[in-house]
């Protein structure tokens, strides 16, 4: 069993198609089907249940890729490995960010990432919190930027910074007030996101007094949200690095909210516990602090990538 030849069962399995996988791995079709049989025939088991409209693992074939993932991830540390002996920032680097965080990010990073750093190559995916600690766990991204809380046992957790929540009224909102309380939810139409507006710290109060606004819907997207706002009424939350997307006209519609615990969602950065690429997330982390303001960077965030980058240190 080659090398390459986990990456083409790790491939089949990501995609659960021939011909996605044949055109990432750049083969045929015929080709990665044959080299999959031929595989299977060596091995002496069935990796794969091949039917007309669906690629999926045996129980066998689970086993086998979760430790193709293993194995391709311990190779790749060799080089990862001679880089930063090196001092170098090269290689490649894929990023798992939530939906709701990337907007205001992810613009200005891939700008001056790839302006200042020629020999990375960077790959972005947009996903859940919990879909992006599964894939640093299985080792199809580098690192995750997601809402905080998001721990396991192999991953490492870097508290990055805090975002205040702000709420968006209509015109017509009888909130005209200039903070906003919690307490005033009654009589009003009250507009959540789920995925950003009710985790941990993300406007804790307001999800748990759902049930007292006339009516509630749950938007895909915070842009989404104002534009219902705006046509139906009522009010929503949105975080603070939105309010250079509004208008001057809406801007004129945002109220503060007191109290600092209901207001806020914080970010991490995350990366798994044998991560040895410090320049890497150094790198990252550089031109990310020159995107979000200062006053909402953690202030434990450096303590604990002084002890990352200890620790990275020891496994060469």
Known sequence: MTLQQLKYIIA????????????????????????????????????????????????????????????????????????????????SLSIGIGASIAPYLMPWFIKKYTDRYLNV????????????????????????????????????EIPFYCEPFHVYVANDCLLKMPKFNPADLLHEKMWIMKESQCMRESAFSFCKTRSIGRHIYEAGSIETLIRIVDINGGFTIIPEMHLPF?????????????????????????????FIRYRMLKSLIEIM????????????????????????????
């Open 121 to 156: 190559r960077l790959t972005v995916n947009e996903m859940r919190g919990d879909m992006t600690i599964d894939s640093l766990r299985l080792g199809k991204i580098d690192i995750g930027i997601a809402i905080s809380g998001n721990t396991s046992q192999e991953t490492i």
């Open 289 to 316: 602090l020159s995107i979000i303001p200062n006053k909402m960077i953690d202030s434990n965030m450096h303590n604990k990538i002084a002890l990352i980058s200890k620790n990275c240190h020891t496994l060469y």
């Open 246 to 274: 509004l208008t001057d006209a809406q801007r004129e519609n945002v109220r503060p909210i007191e109290g600092e615990y209901v207001s806020r969602r914080c970010v991490s950065i995350y990366i798994r516990k044998d």
């Open 12 to 91: 089949i399995d990501r995609y659960r198609n021939f011909a996605k996988a044949a055109a990432e791995l750049d083969v045929t079709q015929p080709t990665l089907s044959a080299l999959l049989l031929k595989l299977e025939n060596e091995l002496g088991v069935r990796l794969f249940e091949r039917s007309n409209k669906s690629v999926r693992p045996t129980a066998t074939g689970e086993t086998v890729i979760r430790q193709a993932e293993k194995i391709l991830s311990q190779t790749e540390l060799i080089s990862e490995t001679i880089s930063e002996q090196k001092g170098e920032v090269s290689g």
